[in-house]
């Protein structure tokens, strides 16, 4: 018998690759499927950056919305969101919780039409802080007003500009929703979602989530956790990247339109001057040239179905993202192919306008 023990103080929170737990040591650590350690200091993290009453941790951002919204939703519930949403959460709502006897209201883009859809027997309103892919910044302090005024439940899913430009709980949120895949991890190599708000939805929330299974592994917790260390640095560059990629693509004759929040002529750039420490990473542009050449011609910047990696990544939302919304909705929104959605990374911003220029020039 082995009677030597190790003494260790990690300094990075330890994987507890388990299923279960010795009983009986406590009721919260049961199955890892309700609780493990490292998932659960994921959560403090994003409670924490939040400045949120408390948290939830699910295996997707997707997993995050759907079990947010079971948990809070019954039939006979009203629930508000715009067109302008991420396609599956929009699907979700319109479509699913409709064959479930939940009314689902979509609003066209922009604050005011949001506020407008709001009626007195909304439950839910489930807006994007900024949305992709057309980037319209709602002013999450006048829809949380709104949503007082008649009792409703605000839900804010921030993944794009992420807790270090907007702080959505401190804005009114009653809950936000983030994909950890995406900005927050930053380095795609990981799926997972977070929650924050209130606790005594939170505690709804957690039950359904246990339920349902949605939790998430310890692995991708450690992989969340150990990427959302530099988010701070990660997001400081990329804010900066973006900003000076907006501005110099404006001039570039081989494209018709710049949408970039951080740019005067946008809609929403004053609410976002008020509500945000940076633009964040997403640059959205149309192209005059033909969009599978252009984006064949790209030496360094890749073309794949996500966002918010260290690495300049770019999409054609009618054909990945948004490929299942039909021609009207997607006329609604102003895309069409020639639609580009630029995930900004941390590189040297030049490299990233030369290969657009280059690619646009071939």
Same mark, same amino acid.
């Given at each position: 018998? /082995?009677n030597n023990?190790?003494?260790a103080?990690?300094?990075?929170f330890?994987i507890?690759?388990t299923?279960?737990y010795?009983?009986p040591e406590? +009721? ?6 309700e609780?493990n350690p490292?998932v659960e200091?994921l ?5 924490? $950056?939040?400045?949120?009453?408390d948290y939830n941790?699910?295996?997707s951002g997707?997993?995050?919305i759907?079990t947010?919204?079971?948990?809070l939703?019954?039939?006979?519930? =009203?629930?508000?969101t !715009?067109l302008d949403?991420?396609a599956?959460s929009?699907h979700?709502i319109?479509?699913f919780?409709?064959?479930w006897?939940?009314?689902a ?12 859809g709001i =009626?007195k027997?909304?439950r839910?309103?489930?807006? +994007?802080?900024?949305t /992709? ?7 999450i302090?006048?829809i949380?007003?709104?949503? =007082? ?5 605000l839900?804010v ?5 992420t807790?270090y430009n907007?702080?959505?709980v401190?804005l009114?949120?009653d809950?936000?929703? !983030? ?7 930053g ?6 979602g $977070? ?8 505690e709804?929330?957690d039950a359904?989530? =246990? ?8 692995n991708s917790?450690f ?9 701070g640095?990660?997001? +400081?560059?990329?804010n ?8 110099? $693509? ?13 740019l ?9 001057g008020e509500?945000m420490?940076g633009?964040s ?7 005059k ?5 252009f ?10 179905n ?10 054609i939302?009618?054909?990945?993202s !948004?490929?299942?919304l /039909?021609?009207?909705? $997607?006329?609604?929104?102003g895309?069409d ?5 630029l995930s ?6 030049e ?6 220029t280059n690619?646009? /020039?071939q």
């Amino acid at each position: 018998m /082995n009677n030597n023990k190790i003494y260790a103080s990690p300094l990075t929170f330890p994987i507890y690759q388990t299923s279960s737990y010795a009983a009986p040591e406590g +009721e919260k650590y049961r199955y890892s499927r309700e609780y493990n350690p490292t998932v659960e200091n994921l959560g403090l993290e994003i409670r924490d $950056l939040e400045e949120a009453e408390d948290y939830n941790v699910f295996s997707s951002g997707m997993g995050a919305i759907t079990t947010t919204l079971l948990a809070l939703s019954k039939p006979g519930d =009203r629930i508000l969101t !715009h067109l302008d949403t991420f396609a599956r959460s929009y699907h979700f709502i319109r479509d699913f919780l409709g064959k479930w006897g939940i009314q689902a209201d979509i609003s066209n883009p922009g604050t005011e039409n949001i506020i407008r859809g709001i =009626r007195k027997d909304t439950r839910i309103v489930f807006v +994007e802080s900024m949305t /992709n892919p057309i980037l319209r910044v709602n002013d999450i302090r006048a829809i949380s007003e709104k949503c =007082r005024e008649v009792g409703a439940i605000l839900i804010v899913d921030s993944t794009v500009p992420t807790p270090y430009n907007l702080k959505s709980v401190k804005l009114g949120a009653d809950i936000v929703v !983030h994909s950890g895949s995406k900005f927050i991890s930053g380095h795609n190599n990981v799926i997972s979602g $977070l929650i924050a708000g209130r606790k005594d939805l939170i505690e709804k929330i957690d039950a359904m989530r =246990r339920t349902m299974g949605t939790s998430l592994d310890p692995n991708s917790a450690f992989l969340t956790e150990n990427g959302m260390k530099t988010l701070g640095i990660r997001m +400081e560059k990329i804010n900066s990247n973006a900003m000076k990629i907006a501005r110099i $693509l404006e001039d570039n004759p081989g494209i018709s339109k710049i949408i970039y929040p951080g740019l005067p002529d946008h809609p929403d750039h004053e609410v976002a001057g008020e509500c945000m420490k940076g633009y964040s990473g997403i640059v959205c542009f149309k192209i005059k040239t033909d969009p599978e050449k252009f984006t064949a011609n790209l030496k360094k910047i890749v073309p794949a179905n996500t966002m918010g990696g260290t690495e300049t990544i770019i999409s054609i939302p009618v054909t990945m993202s !948004h490929r299942s919304l /039909n021609a009207d909705e $997607l006329g609604t929104l102003g895309v069409d192919s020639s639609y580009m959605r630029l995930s900004v990374g941390i590189e040297d911003p030049e490299e990233i306008i030369r290969d657009i220029t280059n690619a646009l /020039n071939q």
